[in-house]
C-alpha cells in the first residue's frame, strides 16, 4: 500500500472516532445549547433532529420534530 493510501486510511478511521466522540458529547445536549463547532460536526444528526420541524423554541428560535431537543418548546 501507497503512503498516500495509508494517510487516507488512517484519516477515514480518524474522522469515524471523531464522529462517534462527537455524537456522545450531543447527546442528552439540548438543541439550543449546541455551539457552531456542535453544528459544523454533526450536521447529518442535526437534519435528523430538525426535519419535519414540529416545535420551536421559545428562547433561542431553534426549530426540532421532538419537543426534548429544545429548552423552552411551542408546538409550530
Keep these: 500500500m501507497s503512503k498516500h493510501k495509508k494517510h487516507k486510511k ?10 462517534h466522540k462527537q455524537d456522545k458529547k450531543l447527546d442528552g445536549k439540548r438543541l439550543c445549547k449546541w455551539d457552531k463547532d ?7 444528526k442535526l437534519k435528523g433532529i430538525v426535519v419535519p420541524a414540529q416545535f420551536i423554541c421559545r428562547r433561542c428560535g431553534r426549530v426540532a420534530k421532538e419537543s426534548s431537543y429544545l429548552c423552552k418548546p411551542v408546538e409550530l
Design 10 to 19: 488512517a484519516a477515514k478511521e480518524k474522522d469515524g472516532k471523531q464522529d
Design 38 to 44: 456542535d453544528i459544523d460536526g454533526a450536521l447529518d
